[in-house]
């Protein structure tokens, strides 16, 4: 019986940054999602950034900001008690800056996609924002943000070098499957490896089945 702990610490870390991403998508692209300024296009660069810079890139960059040494390192280890380096909660974020990007983009384009006539009758017979929001915009763009949870939920499991970067690999602790596939493979096990590799290739094209069904549902009703 292969040790299960990689596994359960990797979906413990993706479902944790699963819900922070999906809270912060959906707040950032309310706050975004009517923009078409100049601010608006470069705070969208600095959200998508993570999709082009190398993950190593990226844990390099978190390394340094929540160093033990550093003033964020600091107030995270000493006034909330909240370790980043080589804990899980490094990988916590690190999965949430690398999947971000793929939650805000489906979130955002969902609610961009709405017809904005629709929205605007709604303000006409007096509906406040904050109806038109929770009561057309969310509903109507469900099937992205679903979309977007699953796609940010699969990145954060097969998350490798930003997390290795911040959280180490540090069996029963911070070994989450990608790394654990790594570090087996360099001490000469294969087999176990390859046990681990099938559970995320069947992981993965299970979240493209989905989303492809989806899809096609969506498609066949326009």
């Given at each position: 019986?292969?040790d299960?702990?990689?596994?359960?610490?990797?979906?413990?870390v993706?479902?944790?940054s699963t819900?922070?991403v999906?809270?912060?998508g959906?707040?950032i692209s309310?706050?975004l999602?009517?923009?078409k300024?100049h601010?608006t296009k470069l705070l969208e660069s600095?959200?998508?950034l993570?999709?082009?810079?190398?993950?190593?890139v990226?844990?390099?960059?978190?390394?340094?900001?929540?160093?033990?040494?550093s003033?964020?390192g600091?107030?995270?280890g000493?006034i909330?008690?909240?370790p980043?380096v080589?804990?899980?909660?490094?990988?916590?974020i690190?999965?949430v800056?690398?999947s971000?990007?793929?939650m805000y983009?489906?979130t955002?384009q969902?609610?961009r996609?709405i017809n904005p006539?629709?929205?605007n009758?709604?303000?006409?017979?007096?509906?406040?924002e904050n109806?038109i929001?929770y009561?057309?915009?969310l509903p109507?763009?469900?099937?992205s943000i679903i979309?977007?949870?699953m796609?940010?939920f699969a990145?954060?499991?097969?998350e490798?070098?930003a997390?290795l970067?911040?959280?180490g690999?540090i069996?029963?602790?911070?070994?989450?499957?990608?790394?654990?596939?790594?570090?087996?493979?360099?001490?000469g096990?294969?087999?176990?490896?390859?046990?681990?590799?099938?559970?995320l290739?069947a992981?993965?094209i299970?979240?493209?089945?989905?989303l492809?069904?989806?899809?096609?549902d969506?498609s066949?009703?326009?």
């Open positions: 019986m292969p299960l702990t990689p596994f359960w610490i990797s979906i413990k993706a479902i944790i819900i922070i999906s809270i912060l959906i707040f309310r706050l999602y009517k923009g300024g601010l600095f959200i998508l993570p999709i082009v810079l190398p993950p190593t990226l844990g390099f960059i978190l390394l340094i900001i929540f160093s033990p040494r003033v964020v600091q107030f995270f000493n909330v008690h909240l980043v080589f804990t899980m909660t490094g990988a916590v690190a999965s800056i690398v971000f990007p793929l983009q489906h955002i969902g609610f996609n006539k629709m929205l009758t709604a303000r006409t017979m007096g509906a406040s109806k929001f009561r057309l915009i109507l763009s469900k099937r979309a977007g949870i796609m940010s990145r954060a499991i097969g490798f070098g997390t970067m911040v959280a690999y069996p029963n602790k911070t070994n989450t499957l990608p790394l654990e596939i790594y570090f087996l493979v360099e001490q096990r294969e087999n176990q490896a390859w046990l681990w590799v099938l559970v290739v992981f993965s299970t979240v493209i089945g989905v492809n069904f989806a899809n096609r969506k066949q009703e326009v």
